[in-house]
T-cell receptor, first 114, second 115 residues
Framework: GDSVTQMEGPVTLSEEAFLTINCTYTATGYPSLFWYVQYPGEGLQLLLK?????DKGSNKGFEATYRKETTSFHLEKGSVQVSDSAVYFC?????????????FGKGTKLTVNP | NAGVTQTPKFRVLKTGQSMTLLCAQDMNHEYMYWYRQDPGMGLRLIHYSVGEGTTAKGEVPDGYNVSRLKKQNFLLGLESAAPSQTSVYFCASSGLAGVLIGELFFGEGSRLTVL
């Protein structure tokens, strides 16, 4: 079945460092790909998305490019802030059965120190 | 502007007790989901609903039941709680267009401990 594999955390960075969180996927069709973010004590919220190959999703300084040839959707940010400390989830859509369900990776916890 | 509201936010149960988690959304969404979040396991889908009066099993449905009698509410029940059901439970909802673009709206979570 469809699956998502994320790099294991936790990841600890200093403020203004470059961030990469790797995500690869396995899918039988042509899924849409997403990054969700979960701030401490909150539910998840959509960060960015890409619906077809070579699309780049971006939001709040974060970017991810849908790479079909490498089945990847790595999350990047050029300069992280303390406020980016959160858990990040990669996800893909599953259109089987006529309804869309999201398949989530296990999450990567990011801590940014001042 | 409530969005998705879960009650209760915290609960401690003894093994064998029953309880119900309530999820309410005020966005007129068709789709609603219950996930559980465990350390190192990410989010796993328990049950979901594609409209009022419908329910379907997700990835880990055993030990749980659900009901969607009203469009705005999605209830998750534990008939006989077990320590393995200690987890943080998240409800999410999505409108039809939101489902197509993968945008789910999540509640803040309900932390359940079963002793």
């Amino acid at each position: 079945g469809d699956s998502v594999t994320q790099m294991e955390g936790p990841v600890t960075l200093s403020e203004e460092a470059f961030l990469t969180i790797n995500c690869t996927y396995t899918a039988t069709g042509y899924p849409s790909l997403f990054w969700y973010v979960q701030y401490p004590g909150e539910g998840l919220q959509l960060l960015l998305k890409a619906t077809k190959a070579d699309d780049k999703g971006s939001n709040k300084g974060f970017e991810a490019t849908y790479r079909k040839e490498t089945t990847s959707f790595h999350l990047e940010k050029g300069s992280v802030q303390v406020s980016d400390s959160a858990v990040y989830f990669c996800a893909l859509s599953d259109l089987k059965g006529g309804s869309e369900k999201l398949v989530f990776g296990k999450g990567t916890k990011l801590t940014v120190n001042p | 502007n409530a969005g998705v509201t879960q009650t209760p936010k915290f609960r401690v149960l003894k093994t064998g007790q029953s309880m119900t988690l309530l999820c309410a959304q005020d966005m007129n969404h068709e789709y609603m989901y219950w996930y559980r979040q465990d350390p190192g396991m990410g989010l796993r889908l328990i049950h979901y609903s594609v409209g009022e009066g419908t329910t379907a099993k997700g990835e880990v449905p055993d030990g749980y039941n659900v009901s969607r009698l009203k469009k705005q509410n999605f209830l998750l029940g534990l008939e006989s709680a077990a320590p393995s059901q200690t987890s943080v439970y998240f409800c999410a909802s999505s409108g039809l267009a939101g489902v197509l673009i993968g945008e789910l709206f999540f509640g803040e979570g309900s932390r359940l401990t079963v002793l």
